[in-house]
């Protein structure tokens, strides 16, 4: 199961573009890359997936180069609800037992 | 839309009891999974479950834990023996199927062992 690492936390102010970047150098062939955001005494929300290239939904994109060793969530022009853990994660989707393996996350701050 | 939903919010429990998180997974959902939370720590995988049965397991789902899907709504954990290092967030979480990838988590239940 590939392993991934993101900074611990950042902070960013109103309005402005937040990227937050994710490595997995181990991932798979058929992992995908998911990204969920977590607000205290919350369950995990997913925000989007992906597998390679450029995502884009309502509320975030997902950039991914070319060699998947890495991955970059942007979220466009934050408020302070945005406030929460991002956590990055890697896992084959279309398994049956596809499991998520959580890391630290990144604490997002942002700030007025 | 469409929920999981988890009861209770709190339980409160003596260390030695038996203990049963319930859980609602969204209706049409077919993979089911059970994570914890420590406070202030990371999420943890437990067990997901397929078909009526167990999937996958980490290495915390030992014999003390055990899942069930009773009916064809709910899908519980129970916990035998309650130890002081089980007080966590317990989260559920459903998964529609293969191709879906999203899964979608409950709002939690937060067991204190005293």
């Known amino acids: 199961l590939a392993k991934t690492t993101q900074p611990i936390s950042m902070d960013s102010y109103e309005g402005q573009e937040v990227n937050i970047t994710c490595s997995h150098n181990n991932i798979a062939t058929n992992d995908y890359i998911t990204w969920y955001q977590q607000f205290p005494s919350q369950g995990p929300r997913f925000i989007i997936q992906?597998?390679?290239?450029?995502v884009t939904n309502e509320v975030a994109s997902l950039f991914i180069p070319a060699d998947r060793k890495s991955s970059t969530l942007s979220l466009p022009r934050v408020s302070l609800s945005d406030t929460a853990v991002y956590y990055c994660?890697?896992?084959?989707?279309?398994?049956?037992?596809?499991?998520?393996?959580w890391g630290a996350g990144t604490k997002l701050i942002i700030k007025p | 839309e469409p929920e999981v939903t988890q009861t209770p919010s709190h339980q409160v429990t003596q260390m030695g009891q038996e203990v049963i998180l319930r859980c609602v997974p969204i209706s049409n959902h077919l993979y089911f999974y059970w994570y914890r939370q420590i406070l202030g720590q990371k999420v943890e995988f437990l067990v997901s479950f397929y078909n009526n049965e167990i999937s996958e397991k980490s290495e915390i789902f030992d014999d003390q834990f055990s899942v069930e899907r009773p009916d064809g709504s709910n899908f519980t954990l129970k916990i035998r023996s309650t130890k002081l290092e089980d007080s966590a967030m317990y989260f559920c979480?459903?998964?529609?199927?293969?191709?879906?990838?999203?899964?979608?988590f409950g709002p939690g239940t937060r067991l204190t062992v005293l």
């Open positions: 994660l890697v896992g084959a989707a279309m398994d049956s037992n596809y499991q998520l393996i």
């Open positions: 992906g597998y390679k290239t450029k």
């Open positions: 979480a459903s998964k529609a199927g293969v191709v879906e990838n999203e899964q979608f």
